[in-house]
C-alpha cells in the first residue's frame, strides 16, 4: 500500500514555525520522495464550487493552447501568471495551499503562476516525463526551491491519464531537457533507466485531493481514452529568496497576500466576479520550453 497522507488540522497544530496542513512527518515524506499527498485537501463543495466555475468559463477555453504531445493527441492548458481575487485566486492564495508550502520549502514563497490542465475526456493528450525545473531553470532561477500542487478539479484515475511520478527522483537534480512535440522533455535515456531504479507513483485521486510536488520530481501523464474530463488546476510557487536574475515571462518576487481558507467558498458563491484572471498567451509568450531547442542545437 502507498503511503499516501491524509489532510489532517492536526498537522497545523504540530508545525510551530507555519501552520500549513502537514505534520513533520509528512514534511519528512516529501522531502525525501519528492512529493506529498494531501487527500480532501478541499471539500466536495470548494472543488465543486471550482469545477463548475473552471467548466463554464468560456475565457479559460478560448485561452487554452493545445500543444502537440508528439504522439498525435494535444495537452491543452490555460496558465495566467497572477492568482487575481477570483475563485481561481482563492484557491491559489488560500492559507491552506501557501502555507503548506512554505512548510515544505521553508520559508516565505510567492505565486509563480497557475495553470489549467483541461485534459479533456477521449482526446486529451500526454504529457512527456519532464521536471519543472528542467525548462524553470531557463527564466532566471537559479535555485529549484520551487514547489508545485496539483488540484484534482475532476477525478483523476490511470484511464483518464493522472499524473505519474518517479519518486526520489528530484534528488538526481536537473537532468537536461529538449524538446519533445511542443513539450519540454527530460533526457529520455535517463529517464529510462531511472524508471528501472525508482518507483512509479500514479497519483490518482478524487475531486478535492492534492498533491504537492518538487520542481525536480520527474512526472508525466497518459492520454485520456476515457468518457471522463480531468481537469487539474496547478499552483506553482517559487522561493521569495529565489528571485530569478533576468526577467521572463513569469513574474519575479511579488509578496503574495494570503487569504483565510472560508475565502473560497464565499467568493465562489459570490457569483459574477468569481473567476477573474489575465491569461498568458503560452505560444507568444512562453520561450522556456521553445528555447530548449536551441540550448539542444547549441
Ligand atoms: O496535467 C498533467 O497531467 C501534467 C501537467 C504537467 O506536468 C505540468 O504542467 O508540468
Known amino acids: 500500500m502507498k503511503k499516501c497522507v491524509v489532510y489532517s488540522p492536526i498537522g497545523a497544530v504540530e508545525n510551530e514555525f507555519m501552520s ?12 525525501r520522495d519528492g512529493y506529498v499527498f494531501a487527500r480532501g485537501l478541499f471539500s466536495r463543495e470548494e472543488i465543486g464550487l471550482l469545477g463548475e466555475a473552471a467548466h463554464a468559463d468560456r475565457a479559460l477555453d478560448d485561452a487554452a493552447t493545445a500543444l502537440d504531445d508528439g504522439e498525435g493527441n494535444r495537452v491543452r492548458l490555460s496558465l495566467w501568471n ?32 497557475s495553470k489549467m490542465v483541461l485534459k479533456d475526456a477521449r482526446t486529451g493528450g500526454a504529457w512527456a516525463w ?8 531557463q527564466n532566471g532561477l537559479l535555485f529549484p526551491d520551487l514547489c508545485s500542487v496539483m488540484i484534482a478539479v475532476d477525478g483523476a484515475t490511470q484511464e483518464n491519464g493522472c499524473l505519474q511520478l518517479l519518486e526520489r527522483s528530484h534528488h538526481m537534480g536537473r537532468v537536461n531537457h ?17 524508471k528501472k531504479r525508482l518507483e512509479l507513483v500514479y497519483a490518482e485521486m478524487e475531486a478535492g485531493d492534492a498533491v504537492f510536488f518538487h520542481s525536480n520530481t520527474l512526472h508525466a501523464s497518459g492520454p485520456n481514452h476515457s468518457e471522463n474530463s480531468r481537469w487539474a488546476m496547478i499552483c506553482c510557487y517559487n522561493a521569495a529568496s529565489n528571485d530569478p536574475y533576468k526577467e521572463s515571462h513569469h513574474p519575479g518576487y511579488t509578496p503574495l497576500s494570503k487569504v483565510d481558507d472560508e475565502e473560497v467558498i464565499r467568493v ?20 522556456s520550453a521553445k528555447d530548449l531547442a536551441g540550448e539542444a542545437e547549441s
Open 130 to 137: 519532464h521536471q519543472d525545473y528542467g525548462y524553470w531553470y
Open 268 to 287: 465562489g458563491k459570490s457569483g459574477v466576479d468569481r473567476v477573474s484572471v489575465q491569461f498568458a498567451n503560452i505560444e507568444q509568450e512562453d520561450r
Open 178 to 194: 529538449i524538446l519533445s512535440g511542443e513539450q519540454a522533455g527530460a533526457d529520455r535515456e535517463r529517464v529510462e533507466e531511472a
Open 82 to 113: 497572477h492568482p487575481g481575487d477570483g475563485i481561481y485566486g482563492m484557491f491559489a492564495r488560500c492559507r491552506r495551499v501557501v502555507d503548506s508550502v512554505e512548510q515544505l520549502i521553508g520559508g516565505e514563497v510567492y505565486h509563480y503562476h
Open 20 to 31: 500549513g496542513v502537514f505534520s513533520e512527518e509528512q514534511k519528512g515524506a516529501y522531502h
